[in-house]
């Protein structure tokens, strides 16, 4: 089913889920518009990265409703469920490259297995997305041979590879330094720009945040705390917000 | 009022006593429970993986060409290992054997032993305890480490079956390896079992095999041997659940890799007595 020309590529409501006694998430409502980029802000451990794995059905959520492009996820079978995960591209926070493949091979995979291109053409087109993220070198390299910078690239370019309506961002810029940091933001700057894709990011970086995002979402305690622009985030007199807008401004 | 006093310091040690040891059990009770529980838990959650393995197994697209890198992965690769274990076997029963059996004057024997041994038992239990070692180990920490680095998770966001794909094309290759496995190490053992037995006492080897497999059927060879495809099922099957619910790093991947091993070995001795016994009903 496809969305109606109305309806968000992401709408979540009410979500919930915990971990034994563990409320991660309690009741989170969600709307992305589409070629909207949204920023999901918050401390560690509240759930952020396990909000991007129900939006995708690696996991299941306890209540609540997802609907991505137009579909309720979790009532879907298999089958339907991977027809909607094509759509959706996602980068894991360690990039979780396949270590046994080559990273030419890493970013054909998806497309070996989803398209009908003969082997010449998905290796063009692996090439292709690797030289968009600025590796043009080191195609046979195994992704232990690189750093965490070029891995968090090539995970971007496989995460593309099917060229996604959606894309999933589970901290881009973790553990790298600014530079390369600086380097990750750009890309999803030009994603956005270029390819006017609908994107969530999860992130502890504010100010990259601001860079790239239409809408910043603060999460506490399982729930939305405030959502908006970066100027109305700065606006709020909720101690908690303002406590984290000045530790990330520091 | 002294008596009072010890009396009363006396019966409140008992009391702390009492209440101590009741404490004590009770936390070994919990403890009991809890073993209790988890031991079932496993088996539950062993379950619902097989569930989800026949059908990953049994729908299409089928992984061919991931299936037949496995088929190498765990076949041609382990072939030396097996091989050399054979071998072993075989110099190990010739040099025991022939003591004992000089002692009770079946010397000429000797060769049908050595045949009988390891067609029969010997070969497919070292086979399958030594594949265990080897491929069980390395499916428990590949799939363990894919899993703890979210390599599985990636692979079911881009809509690929981690089921499919990386567990039943495993699967398929240990049961279909294993008995081919099995068909070299007993071939082997029987090999340097005769030279074993030809260094200590001239024999040609002609002469040993027709004695070796005078008294052989076709059961005594088809059927132990097949039993090893089970034995390749429980590996693939343990090994593949311990790695994929692999969690807590590093150390998780080394647990996953130790209990696939532990697991699939206990399993595989255990359907060795089920299956012998079964062999021995249908063709006694």
Not at chain 1, 185 to 203: D, F, G, S, Y
Not at chain 2, 106 to 121: D, H, N, Q, R, Y
Not at chain 2, 175 to 195: C, K, N
Not at chain 2, 203 to 216: A, C, D, E, P, R
């Amino acid at each position: 089913m496809e969305p109606s020309c109305h309806e968000p590529p992401v709408v979540v409501k009410g979500l919930r889920k915990s971990f034994g006694s563990q409320n991660v998430l309690d009741g989170i409502d969600l709307t992305v518009a589409s070629g909207e980029t949204v920023a999901v802000l918050g401390r560690s451990g509240t759930g952020k990265s396990v909000l991007l794995k129900l939006l995708i059905g690696l996991q299941r959520a306890d209540g609540g409703s997802i609907r991505i492009l137009g579909q309720e996820i979790q009532d879907l079978e298999t089958t339907q469920l991977d027809a909607v995960r094509k759509r959706v591209g996602f980068l894991f926070q360690q990039a979780a490259l396949y270590d046994s493949l080559t990273l030419e091979e890493n970013v054909s995979f998806p497309l070996s297995r989803h398209t009908e291109l003969s082997g010449a053409e998905r290796r063009d087109r692996a090439r292709e997305l690797l030289a968009n993220v600025g590796l043009r070198r080191d195609l046979g390299k195994l992704p232990s041979q690189i750093s965490g910078g070029m891995q968090k690239r090539v995970g971007l370019a496989r995460a593309l590879a099917l060229e996604p309506d959606i894309v999933l961002f589970d901290e881009p810029t973790a553990g790298l330094d600014p530079i390369t940091a600086a380097e990750i933001e750009k890309l999803i700057l030009q994603l956005k720009e270029k390819l006017a894709m609908t994107a969530i990011v999860v992130t502890h970086d504010v100010r990259g945040a601001k860079s790239y995002s239409d809408r910043m979402i603060m999460v506490r305690g399982g729930r939305v705390l405030i959502q908006g622009a970066f100027s109305e985030l700065q606006k709020s007199q909720d101690e908690f917000v303002v406590q984290f807008l000045r530790e990330a401004n520091r | 009022m002294r008596s009072r006093l010890a009396l009363l310091v006396f019966a409140s040690a008992l009391s702390v006593g009492w209440a101590d040891t009741g404490s004590q059990a009770r936390r070994q009770l919990r403890a009991v429970k809890a073993l209790f529980v988890s031991f079932f838990e496993w088996f539950g959650e062993l379950g619902l993986f097989c569930g989800r393995l026949a059908r990953a197994a049994a729908a299409p697209p089928f992984e061919g060409r991931e299936l037949i890198r496995q088929m190498d992965e765990v076949g041609s690769k382990s072939l030396p290992l097996v091989v050399l274990a054979g071998a072993a076997i075989g110099v190990v029963l010739a040099l025991q054997t022939r003591d004992s059996l000089t002692r009770f004057g079946g010397k000429t024997m000797l060769p049908a032993v050595i045949v009988f041994s390891l067609v029969k038992e010997t070969g497919p239990i070292i086979t399958g305890l030594v594949f265990s070692g080897r491929v069980g180990a390395g499916i428990g920490a590949e799939l363990g480490s894919m899993k703890v680095t979210e390599q599985i998770d990636a692979m079911e966001a881009s809509a690929v079956n981690p089921y499919r794909f990386l567990a039943a094309t495993r699967v398929l290759a240990c049961v279909s390896m294993l008995p081919l496995l099995t068909l070299a190490a007993d071939f082997s053992g029987i090999m340097w079992g005769w030279i074993a037995s030809t260094l200590a006492e001239p024999i040609s080897l002609q002469l040993f095999l027709k004695i070796g497999l005078k008294g052989v059927n076709f059961h005594d060879f088809l059927l132990p041997t097949f039993k090893t495809a089970v034995f390749g099922l429980i590996i693939g099957v343990i090994a593949c659940f311990e790695g994929m619910r692999s969690q807590g790093g590093t150390e998780g991947v080394g647990r996953s890799a130790t209990s696939s091993v532990v697991l699939s070995s206990l399993f595989i001795i255990l359907a060795d007595v089920l299956l012998v016994r079964l062999i021995l009903v249908f063709y006694p």
